[in-house]
């Protein structure tokens, strides 16, 4: 029996769903061939005439599948932390983005940046979230809001989805905010005649989302855009009551979203209805933490509906200037409640399923990909526990 790599003495956190909690199994071993897991289990069931080239013993080390940051707008131009300062000082965020500010200002730089700029400081960024174990990062369009700038966002994205080792999933976010000097119907027709289309046909993005808020869409408008999305093929998701309960996750679940993010505001018919749905919860307590919310997402009663809960950067310049996978977990456990098994499976397992990759990556299962993260701890919990310790040990993609 030949791989082309095996690990020994691990402790694995499969975090496969049929294994209780994390999916724990010590003095393990773990076996990849032609990129892909092939053995993962206890090292006594093995084969005794299993053989590699390359065989590396891990000490007990921690081995959990790699980090999936399933929400972020990770390419953009320019920086926004004069705005930050603004908000220290006491403006609001909506206030700023409603003055031309917010968003917006990321559009007219990111309008003005050339694509070299773009990927270079995108890259950069996404170094950081690889050096914490990420293997698959989500990048969302939604800073050009003109058809030439959401479609180059797009394939900067997926450029560097073939330049980097890791997995990029790209998302169409026209609908994040109305761009300056235009109307609002004309716009909406832009993304629903044109951008969706496109995007589609060119295989430009994987998901469509849209900011339901009122600083951006009304619920019928993003109607009209998930309309639009589903006749063009094309899974849906949203940044749902994020500032307010506008109806947004049962929004989501109407339209089967892959997941519904924020959430900070959302009221039972909405958990409800993304429970029946099979909706995703993708909490953002980086946003959270930045714009200063008092208002948590209701993780009791996602929990109790049985929604799957997600965690992700959200990494943007405005709301999230967030390069650390490692650091929302603590923050989902110490300002959410998550317990450390929720925020382990919230940036693997559960946000697969938030990017419908849940078939492919995840979990450490036979047949996915091996995209895995070693760390120098012994217990899942000292991911969760240290603010500013990272210890990665070793990243694994695609079992290399
Ligand atoms: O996820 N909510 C809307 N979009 C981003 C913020 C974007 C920005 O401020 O640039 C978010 O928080
Ligand atoms: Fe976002």
Known sequence: MRFDRIWRHATLATLAPQRPGMGLIESAA??????????????????????????????GRLVTPGLIDCHTHIVFGGERSAEFELRLAGADYASIARAGGGILSTVRATRAAADETLLITATERLQALMDEGVTTVEIKSGYGLDVPTELRMLRVARFLGRRLPLGVVTTLLA???????TDRAAYLSEITGELIPRASAERLADAVDGFCEHIAFTATEIRAVFQAARAHGLPVKLHA??????????????FDALS???????????????????????????????????????VAALRRAGVPLALATDCNPGTAP???????????????????????????????????RLSDIGTLEVGKRADLAIWNVDRPAELVYWLGRNPLQGRIWGGR
């Open 175 to 181: 609908a994040h905010t109305l761009p300056p000097d």
């Open 241 to 254: 009551d994020q500032l307010s309960d506008g109806g947004g996750a049962a929004l989501a679940a109407e």
């Open 30 to 59: 773990l076996a990849v061939a032609n990129g892909r897991i092939a053995f993962a289990g206890p090292m006594s069931e093995l084969p005794a005439a299993a053989r590699a080239p390359e065989q590396i013993d891990l000490g």
């Open 322 to 356: 967030v390069l650390s996978l490692l650091t929302v977990m603590n923050l989902a456990a110490v300002q959410f409640g998550l317990s450390v098994e929720e925020t382990v499976a919230g940036v693997t397992r559960e946000a697969a399923r938030a990017l419908g």
């Open 260 to 298: 519904a993010d924020h959430l900070e505001w959302t009221g039972e018919a909405g958990v409800a209805a993304m429970a029946r749905a099979g909706t995703v919860a993708v909490l953002l307590p980086g946003a959270f933490h930045y714009l200063r919310e008092r208002r948590i997402p209701p």
